[in-house]
Structures are given as C-alpha cells and as structure tokens.
C-alpha cells in the first residue's frame, strides 16, 4: 500500500460547482497533513494545514478523520483559477514530508 | 521578505558534466529539503539539511549526488557525471523549526541532460 494515496483525476467541473477530493495515507504514527496546489510546472504552493478537528478557508474546507486515516478538501464555488493538481502531504514527525501524486482539477467555464 | 530561491532555473548539462543547484531557504528558515519531480511523477523526498548538518538523506541516491549546506551561503545540490535519467525539476523548500512544520518551495531548477 502506498504511503499517501489519490486519485488522479482529472475532475473537470464547470464554474460555481462544488468539488472534494479524498486521500488516504498509510501510517498510523502521521501527526501533521497539508494541502497543496501546483500548478502545470511550478512549484507546490501551501493551500491549507489540516487540523483535527477540521479547517476553514474562505471557499476551501479540509477534513482529517484519524480512525480511517484519511484527509478531505473540499472547494466551493469553483473558479477558472482553481485549476491545478492538488496535493496531499502527509509527515510523521521528524520524517520527510510524503508527498501523493496529486489530483488534477480542472474548471470549465 | 523573499522567499525560498533557487537558481539557476534552467540547467543543460551533456552527459557526463557536473550540475550544481542553488536553495538560498526563506530568511529565518534553518532547515532546507530537496526534493526531485519527473515528469507526470508526484514530489520524491531526497535530502534534509540543517546548517552544516545532514539530517536525512535517505531519499538521495548513494552515487554522483551530494548535498550540503554550509555555515555561510546556499545549500547545494551537487550531480556528478549526470545521466539522462537525471533530468527533472529540482526543488528546495525551507522551515522554520523542524520537518513537522510547513514547508515552502523555491521555483526549482529544471535539469535537462543532452
């Protein structure tokens, strides 16, 4: 089993729709998890910490459920803008941060 | 207040020639990771340095690549003798405490082997 794991997508959804995206990740020990975005041959950029017990930012929403080890984000609203992979990152404690492959996201107009 | 930099951007190198990579972390940051991307792949963890000290390097290859980050200026990323499977983007994140914290990324370098 993979350590961090995503679907790949693509999600196409149009303008104004709401989209989640789901992660798993292997190891029980993991103490801190993020969002990212990357954008077609940039580098990640930091969306979102995910807490326990669970965090808001403006029109994006992030979820962490421990008992199934597993990680949510949710967008709002969807914007042209909001079109890029989005990656969940997992570390347990003085680890490397693991990185999944991402789900790509695209909004239509 | 800058952010993580790296340089150069781009880099060709033939086969066999030596690339150096430049991480210069976020002002504050001591702790900087490096990180290789191939096409279509997710992110591969390859070294974490402190100053002066590699903390982890279990994700670098054991031949031709080397880190460092020393006392006074950048870290560096060295490839010796660099094959075509070398090429990918190279980036540097830094934070501020330890690897439990977030991390924020450089632009990378895109190595190119010819």
């Known amino acids: 089993r993979k350590e961090v794991e995503q679907d790949p997508g693509p999600f196409n959804v149009p303008e104004g729709a709401t989209v989640a995206f789901n992660c798993t990740y292997s190891?029980?020990?993991?103490?801190?998890f993020f969002w990212y975005r990357q954008d077609c041959r940039k580098e990640p950029k930091l969306l979102m910490s995910?807490?326990?017990s669970g965090n808001e930012d403006g029109r994006f929403t992030a979820q962490l459920n421990r008992a199934s080890q597993y990680i949510s984000l949710l967008i709002r609203d969807s914007k042209l803008s909001d079109s890029a992979t989005y990656l969940c990152?997992?570390?347990?404690?003085?680890?490397?941060?693991?990185f999944g492959k991402g789900t790509r996201l695209s909004v239509i107009a | 207040n800058a952010g993580v930099m790296q340089n150069p951007r781009h880099l060709v190198r033939r086969r066999g020639q030596e690339a150096r990579l430049r991480c210069s972390p976020m002002?504050?940051?001591?702790?900087v990771y490096w990180y290789r991307q191939l096409p279509e792949e997710g992110l591969k963890f390859m070294v974490y340095?402190?100053?002066?000290?590699?903390?982890?390097e279990s994700g670098m290859p054991k031949e031709r690549f080397s880190a460092e980050f020393p006392k006074e200026g950048p870290s560096i990323l060295r490839i010796q003798q660099v094959v075509r499977g070398d090429s990918a983007a190279y980036f540097c994140?830094?934070?501020?405490?330890?690897?439990?914290?977030?991390?924020?990324f450089g632009p990378g370098t895109r190595l190119t082997v010819t």
């Open positions: 340095l402190q100053k002066e000290n590699i903390i982890d």
């Open positions: 995910v807490y326990s």
């Open positions: 190891n029980s020990a993991s103490q801190s």
């Open positions: 990152v997992v570390n347990s404690g003085n680890t490397p941060l693991v």
């Open positions: 994140a830094s934070s501020p405490t330890g690897p439990q914290d977030e991390q924020y």
């Open positions: 002002k504050g940051h001591s702790h």
